[in-house]
Protein backbone atom coordinates (compact mmCIF):
# COMPACT_ATOMS: atom_id res chain seq x y z
CA UNK A 1 0.00 0.00 0.00
CA UNK A 2 1.39 3.40 -0.98
CA UNK A 3 0.85 5.34 2.12
CA UNK A 4 -0.08 9.20 1.39
CA UNK A 5 0.75 11.09 4.73
CA UNK A 6 -1.16 14.25 3.19
CA UNK A 7 -4.14 12.37 2.34
CA UNK A 8 -3.79 10.51 6.02
CA UNK A 9 -4.04 14.00 7.72
CA UNK A 10 -6.92 14.84 5.86
CA UNK A 11 -8.78 11.40 7.08
CA UNK A 12 -8.14 12.19 10.32
CA UNK A 13 -10.14 15.40 9.84
CA UNK A 14 -12.96 13.86 9.75
CA UNK A 15 -12.70 13.36 13.82
CA UNK A 16 -14.48 17.00 15.00
CA UNK A 17 -12.35 18.04 17.92
CA UNK A 18 -12.53 21.25 20.20
CA UNK A 19 -9.63 24.13 19.99
CA UNK A 20 -7.12 24.61 23.10
CA UNK A 21 -4.40 26.77 23.28
CA UNK A 22 -1.81 24.73 25.20
CA UNK A 23 0.69 27.39 28.02
CA UNK A 24 3.51 27.44 29.82
CA UNK A 25 6.25 29.54 31.44
CA UNK A 26 9.36 29.04 32.40
CA UNK A 27 11.45 29.79 35.75
CA UNK A 28 12.85 32.77 33.78
CA UNK A 29 9.76 34.34 32.95
CA UNK A 30 9.47 33.17 29.28
CA UNK A 31 6.15 32.23 27.75
CA UNK A 32 4.42 30.25 24.94
CA UNK A 33 1.65 29.38 23.72
CA UNK A 34 0.85 27.13 21.18
CA UNK A 35 -2.59 26.19 19.35
CA UNK A 36 -3.82 22.60 19.50
CA UNK A 37 -6.19 20.04 18.80
CA UNK A 38 -4.67 17.12 20.00
CA UNK A 39 -5.83 17.21 23.54
CA UNK A 40 -7.69 14.42 25.08
CA UNK A 41 -8.70 13.03 28.48
CA UNK A 42 -6.85 10.41 29.47
CA UNK A 43 -7.18 8.88 33.34
CA UNK A 44 -10.08 10.08 36.32
CA UNK A 45 -8.08 8.69 39.48
CA UNK A 46 -5.30 10.55 39.20
CA UNK A 47 -6.96 13.13 36.67
CA UNK A 48 -4.27 12.76 33.98
CA UNK A 49 -5.01 14.66 30.23
CA UNK A 50 -2.68 14.75 27.17
CA UNK A 51 -2.01 16.42 24.33
CA UNK A 52 1.24 16.28 21.68
CA UNK A 53 3.52 18.77 20.08
CA UNK A 54 5.58 18.56 16.98
CA UNK A 55 9.18 17.48 17.47
CA UNK A 56 9.94 20.44 15.50
CA UNK A 57 8.39 23.09 17.11
CA UNK A 58 10.47 26.09 18.44
CA UNK A 59 7.90 26.26 21.91
CA UNK A 60 9.56 22.93 22.76
CA UNK A 61 12.01 24.36 25.02
CA UNK A 62 9.87 26.24 27.09
CA UNK A 63 7.42 23.06 27.76
CA UNK A 64 10.68 21.02 28.09
CA UNK A 65 11.93 23.17 31.03
CA UNK A 66 8.38 24.32 32.57
CA UNK A 67 7.39 21.84 35.16
CA UNK A 68 3.82 22.96 34.77
CA UNK A 69 1.44 23.58 31.60
CA UNK A 70 -2.00 24.88 31.27
CA UNK A 71 -4.68 23.71 28.96
CA UNK A 72 -7.30 26.62 27.60
CA UNK A 73 -10.27 25.29 25.87
CA UNK A 74 -11.41 27.83 23.17
CA UNK A 75 -14.68 29.38 22.46
CA UNK A 76 -16.53 29.72 19.70
CA UNK A 77 -16.18 33.28 19.49
CA UNK A 78 -12.30 33.00 19.74
CA UNK A 79 -11.33 32.01 16.48
CA UNK A 80 -8.88 34.96 16.16
CA UNK A 81 -7.38 33.76 19.86
CA UNK A 82 -6.91 30.46 17.88
CA UNK A 83 -5.38 31.82 14.93
CA UNK A 84 -2.95 33.78 17.04
CA UNK A 85 -1.32 31.07 18.50
CA UNK A 86 -1.06 29.16 15.61
CA UNK A 87 1.28 31.40 13.88
CA UNK A 88 4.73 32.39 14.48
CA UNK A 89 5.69 35.77 16.44
CA UNK A 90 7.86 37.09 18.31
CA UNK A 91 5.55 37.99 21.28
CA UNK A 92 2.27 35.99 21.03
CA UNK A 93 0.67 37.15 24.19
CA UNK A 94 1.11 40.93 23.32
CA UNK A 95 -2.52 42.41 23.53
CA UNK A 96 -3.80 39.41 24.84
CA UNK A 97 -5.98 38.93 28.00
CA UNK A 98 -4.92 35.99 30.18
CA UNK A 99 -4.16 35.73 34.66
CA UNK A 100 -1.55 33.43 35.40
CA UNK A 101 -2.44 29.49 36.91
CA UNK A 102 -0.25 26.85 38.69
CA UNK A 103 3.18 27.39 37.83
CA UNK A 104 2.77 30.81 36.68
CA UNK A 105 1.29 29.09 33.00
CA UNK A 106 -0.64 31.70 31.61
CA UNK A 107 -5.05 31.29 31.62
CA UNK A 108 -6.61 33.22 28.73
CA UNK A 109 -9.49 35.05 29.74
CA UNK A 110 -13.31 34.13 28.11
CA UNK A 111 -12.71 30.85 27.91
CA UNK A 112 -14.92 27.62 28.25
CA UNK A 113 -12.59 26.01 30.40
CA UNK A 114 -8.97 25.33 31.04
CA UNK A 115 -7.01 22.73 33.06
CA UNK A 116 -3.86 23.81 35.20
CA UNK A 117 -1.39 20.81 34.94
CA UNK A 118 1.92 19.17 36.16
CA UNK A 119 3.99 17.66 33.91
CA UNK A 120 3.57 14.17 34.47
CA UNK A 121 4.72 12.21 31.55
CA UNK A 122 6.40 12.88 28.08
CA UNK A 123 6.53 10.18 25.79
CA UNK A 124 7.88 9.99 22.44
CA UNK A 125 5.17 9.47 19.59
CA UNK A 126 6.49 9.67 16.33
CA UNK A 127 7.00 12.76 14.85
CA UNK A 128 5.37 14.68 18.10
CA UNK A 129 5.71 14.35 21.51
CA UNK A 130 3.14 13.24 23.56
CA UNK A 131 2.71 15.47 26.96
CA UNK A 132 0.67 13.70 29.68
CA UNK A 133 -0.18 16.34 32.65
CA UNK A 134 -1.45 15.82 36.01
CA UNK A 135 -4.58 18.28 36.72
CA UNK A 136 -4.10 20.42 39.90
CA UNK A 137 -6.36 23.16 39.30
CA UNK A 138 -9.42 23.32 36.64
CA UNK A 139 -12.70 25.84 35.94
CA UNK A 140 -15.38 25.74 33.22
CA UNK A 141 -17.86 27.70 32.85
CA UNK A 142 -19.83 25.99 30.22
CA UNK A 143 -19.45 28.52 26.85
CA UNK A 144 -20.56 27.05 23.23
CA UNK A 145 -16.88 25.43 22.52
CA UNK A 146 -15.22 26.32 19.24
CA UNK A 147 -14.98 22.90 17.04
CA UNK A 148 -12.35 21.70 14.27
CA UNK A 149 -13.27 19.14 11.27
CA UNK A 150 -12.12 18.85 8.10
CA UNK A 151 -9.86 21.52 7.99
CA UNK A 152 -12.56 24.10 8.92
CA UNK A 153 -13.73 26.14 12.27
CA UNK A 154 -17.09 25.05 13.03
CA UNK A 155 -19.82 25.37 16.00
CA UNK A 156 -21.66 22.92 18.45
CA UNK A 157 -25.01 22.86 17.36
CA UNK A 158 -27.34 20.43 19.83
CA UNK A 159 -29.68 18.25 18.34
CA UNK A 160 -32.86 19.20 19.39
CA UNK A 161 -36.12 17.63 19.91
CA UNK A 162 -36.13 13.25 19.51
CA UNK A 163 -37.48 11.08 16.62
CA UNK A 164 -40.81 9.93 17.00
CA UNK A 165 -41.84 6.49 15.70
CA UNK A 166 -45.35 6.33 13.23
CA UNK A 167 -46.77 4.86 16.49
CA UNK A 168 -46.31 7.49 18.27
CA UNK A 169 -48.92 10.17 19.46
CA UNK A 170 -47.48 13.28 20.37
CA UNK A 171 -49.89 15.60 22.21
CA UNK A 172 -50.28 18.90 20.83
CA UNK A 173 -48.90 21.26 23.37
CA UNK A 174 -45.33 18.98 23.35
CA UNK A 175 -42.61 21.43 23.19
CA UNK A 176 -45.01 24.59 22.35
CA UNK A 177 -42.67 27.24 24.01
CA UNK A 178 -39.73 25.57 22.55
CA UNK A 179 -41.55 25.71 18.77
CA UNK A 180 -42.27 29.21 19.37
CA UNK A 181 -38.53 30.16 20.29
CA UNK A 182 -36.46 31.71 17.60
CA UNK A 183 -33.26 30.10 18.83
CA UNK A 184 -34.82 26.61 19.10
CA UNK A 185 -36.45 27.05 15.23
CA UNK A 186 -32.60 28.08 14.03
CA UNK A 187 -30.73 25.45 15.26
CA UNK A 188 -33.24 22.71 13.83
CA UNK A 189 -33.15 24.40 10.52
CA UNK A 190 -29.46 24.40 10.42
CA UNK A 191 -29.58 21.33 11.93
CA UNK A 192 -31.69 19.97 8.86
CA UNK A 193 -29.78 21.70 6.33
CA UNK A 194 -26.40 20.13 7.41
CA UNK A 195 -27.53 17.01 7.35
CA UNK A 196 -28.75 17.49 3.84
CA UNK A 197 -26.70 19.46 2.12
CA UNK A 198 -22.95 18.27 3.23
CA UNK A 199 -23.13 14.75 1.90
CA UNK A 200 -23.72 16.35 -1.44
CA UNK A 201 -21.35 18.99 -1.34
CA UNK A 202 -18.71 16.28 -0.18
CA UNK A 203 -19.73 13.43 -3.04
CA UNK A 204 -17.76 15.78 -5.76
CA UNK A 205 -14.35 14.82 -3.46
CA UNK A 206 -13.63 18.05 -1.45
CA UNK A 207 -13.77 18.15 2.26
CA UNK A 208 -15.67 21.52 3.68
CA UNK A 209 -12.31 23.55 4.02
CA UNK A 210 -11.47 22.83 0.80
CA UNK A 211 -15.31 23.42 -1.31
CA UNK A 212 -15.18 26.38 1.42
CA UNK A 213 -11.76 27.88 -0.42
CA UNK A 214 -13.00 27.09 -4.25
CA UNK A 215 -16.38 28.88 -3.68
CA UNK A 216 -14.46 32.10 -2.28
CA UNK A 217 -12.03 32.12 -4.82
CA UNK A 218 -14.66 31.68 -7.56
CA UNK A 219 -16.39 34.86 -5.90
CA UNK A 220 -13.13 37.20 -5.53
CA UNK A 221 -11.10 38.81 -8.15
CA UNK A 222 -6.78 38.84 -7.83
CA UNK A 223 -7.00 37.92 -3.92
CA UNK A 224 -3.98 37.58 -2.28
CA UNK A 225 -3.58 34.61 0.55
CA UNK A 226 -3.34 36.67 3.57
CA UNK A 227 -6.52 38.39 2.17
CA UNK A 228 -7.81 34.93 1.31
CA UNK A 229 -7.20 33.45 5.17
CA UNK A 230 -9.30 36.93 6.43
CA UNK A 231 -12.41 35.92 4.15
CA UNK A 232 -12.68 32.53 5.43
CA UNK A 233 -13.26 30.61 8.48
CA UNK A 234 -10.93 28.38 8.68
CA UNK A 235 -6.87 28.04 10.38
CA UNK A 236 -4.72 29.43 8.40
CA UNK A 237 -2.37 26.32 8.02
CA UNK A 238 -5.36 24.36 7.10
CA UNK A 239 -5.96 27.68 4.43
CA UNK A 240 -2.00 26.62 3.07
CA UNK A 241 -3.04 22.92 2.79
CA UNK A 242 -6.42 23.57 0.87
CA UNK A 243 -4.42 25.49 -1.58
CA UNK A 244 -1.89 22.96 -1.71
CA UNK A 245 -4.24 20.03 -2.72
CA UNK A 246 -6.39 22.77 -4.53
CA UNK A 247 -3.51 23.63 -7.01
CA UNK A 248 -2.25 19.90 -6.99
CA UNK A 249 -5.54 18.96 -8.16
CA UNK A 250 -5.10 21.10 -10.57
CA UNK A 251 -8.35 23.37 -9.93
CA UNK A 252 -6.25 26.32 -9.21
CA UNK A 253 -2.99 27.85 -10.21
CA UNK A 254 -0.21 29.17 -7.82
CA UNK A 255 -1.39 32.84 -8.21
CA UNK A 256 -4.43 31.07 -6.83
CA UNK A 257 -6.73 31.99 -9.98
CA UNK A 258 -9.18 29.04 -10.93
CA UNK A 259 -8.27 26.51 -13.61
CA UNK A 260 -11.13 25.43 -16.39
CA UNK A 261 -11.36 22.47 -14.25
CA UNK A 262 -11.48 24.48 -11.32
CA UNK A 263 -14.53 26.87 -12.52
CA UNK A 264 -16.36 23.63 -13.76
CA UNK A 265 -15.55 22.21 -10.03
CA UNK A 266 -17.07 25.70 -8.41
CA UNK A 267 -19.77 25.64 -10.54
CA UNK A 268 -20.48 22.43 -9.63
CA UNK A 269 -20.50 23.30 -5.90
CA UNK A 270 -22.77 26.39 -6.86
CA UNK A 271 -25.11 24.22 -8.75
CA UNK A 272 -25.58 21.84 -5.65
CA UNK A 273 -25.87 25.06 -2.93
CA UNK A 274 -28.65 26.63 -5.28
CA UNK A 275 -30.37 23.51 -5.95
CA UNK A 276 -30.55 23.13 -1.91
CA UNK A 277 -31.59 26.63 -1.31
CA UNK A 278 -34.05 26.13 -4.44
CA UNK A 279 -35.44 23.38 -2.81
CA UNK A 280 -35.85 24.84 0.62
CA UNK A 281 -37.13 28.14 -0.37
CA UNK A 282 -38.93 27.17 -3.77
CA UNK A 283 -42.60 26.91 -1.77
CA UNK A 284 -42.28 30.18 -0.89
CA UNK A 285 -43.30 33.74 -2.76
CA UNK A 286 -40.19 35.92 -3.64
CA UNK A 287 -41.66 38.58 -1.63
CA UNK A 288 -41.42 36.37 1.50
CA UNK A 289 -38.00 34.85 0.43
CA UNK A 290 -37.05 38.20 -0.15
CA UNK A 291 -38.13 39.42 3.33
CA UNK A 292 -36.18 36.25 5.34
CA UNK A 293 -32.89 37.11 3.33
CA UNK A 294 -33.21 41.28 4.72
CA UNK A 295 -34.33 39.52 8.24
CA UNK A 296 -31.52 37.21 8.14
CA UNK A 297 -28.85 40.10 7.01
CA UNK A 298 -30.68 42.69 9.80
CA UNK A 299 -30.06 39.76 12.75
CA UNK A 300 -26.26 39.40 11.66
CA UNK A 301 -25.83 42.83 11.58
CA UNK A 302 -26.90 43.63 15.07
CA UNK A 303 -24.84 40.37 16.18
CA UNK A 304 -21.75 42.02 14.77
Not at 68 to 88: C, E, G, M, R, T
Amino acid sequence: MNFDAKDFRRALGNFATGVTVVTAQDAEGNKVGVTANSFNSVSLDPPLVLWSLVKTSSSYDIFEKSEHFAVNILAADQIDLSNNFAKPSDDKFAGIEYGLGAGNSPILKNTTANFQCEKHQVIDGGDHWIMIGKVVAFEHVGRNPLLYVQGSYAGAIPFTGSASSDHTVVPADTLKRLNNNAFYLMNKVLQKIQENYLPKQASIGLNTSEARLLLVLSDTQEVSLDVLKELVTIPATDVESGIERLTQTGLITQSLALTAKGQDMAARLWDIANKQQDDIFGAFSEEDYSQFKQLMQSVLKQLN
